[in-house]
């Protein structure tokens, strides 16, 4: 059964703290995704990678950088969280180049910063 | 640029009935993707339908399928014989083919409530 885990599902965090969001997908996908939701706003894309070590800046990418060291793993940094990061985190993995349903979600970050 | 359009924040349906969500799409792309997913309070996304902007016949899943009117840019999601447990978001996306897959741009979501 194809998986993206998000290790964290609840952070609490301060204002001014370095945050990291873990994605790991076990389907071999070269490219991954951070999304974030906000109610009335629907998704939006952070940041995305096609391959190790690439990365593009998605919609939002203001505050917010990324990792991809190995290509199963996909991490979100907020250098230093703000209150208006306060939101819901979804990472995605895809398969390139191919049509329909290839693309996987994890089950979300619900990220507080106080 | 590309755009998805879902008109309705929220609607009500009676439980056993039919019930259309709408979306509209912008795009000057010739080959496209589009999505339906469902997203219940718990936070996953849940992939329902996908039809190919090449695909001539609307996409079926069960109790879902797609009304693709490509001229008019709409691909409205109908759901049959609605039950509870299809109270949730729902959000149209769309893709194109030229970029990776997951590179979705999604509308601002319906959110449905099925009466018992």
């Known amino acids: 059964d194809v998986k993206v885990t998000q290790s964290s599902r609840y952070l609490v965090k301060r204002t001014g703290e370095k945050v990291f969001l873990e994605c790991v997908q076990d389907m071999d996908h070269e490219n991954m995704f951070w999304y974030r939701q906000d109610p009335g706003l629907g998704l939006r894309l952070i940041y995305f990678?096609?391959?190790?070590?690439?990365?593009e800046k998605g919609d939002i990418p203001e505050g917010y950088s990324v990792s991809r060291e190995k290509k199963e793993r996909f991490s979100l940094i907020l250098e230093s969280a703000s209150t208006n990061q306060t939101s819901m985190y979804l990472c995605?993995?895809?398969?390139?180049?191919?049509?329909?349903?290839?693309?996987?979600f994890g089950e979300g970050s619900w990220l507080t910063v106080v | 640029a590309q755009k998805i359009t879902q008109t309705q924040p929220g609607m009500f349906v009676q439980e056993k009935e039919a019930v259309t969500l709408d979306c509209t799409y912008d795009?000057?792309?010739?080959?496209?993707?589009l999505f339906w997913y469902k997203q219940p309070s718990s936070g996953e996304m849940i992939f329902l339908i996908y039809q190919g902007s090449y695909d001539e016949q609307n996409a079926t899943e069960g109790r879902y399928s797609l009304n693709f009117q490509k001229a008019r840019k709409s691909a409205n999601l109908v759901i049959s014989a609605s039950q509870l447990g299809d109270s949730a978001m729902y959000f149209c996306?769309?893709?194109?083919?030229?970029?990776?897959?997951?590179?979705?741009?999604f509308g601002k979501g319906t959110k449905l409530s099925v009466k018992p």
């Open positions: 996306a769309m893709s194109h083919y030229g970029g990776s897959q997951g590179n979705l741009i």
């Open positions: 990678s096609y391959d190790v070590k690439m990365k």
């Open positions: 995605a993995s895809s398969l390139f180049g191919a049509k329909g349903n290839t693309i996987y």
């Open positions: 795009t000057s792309d010739q080959s496209y993707g």
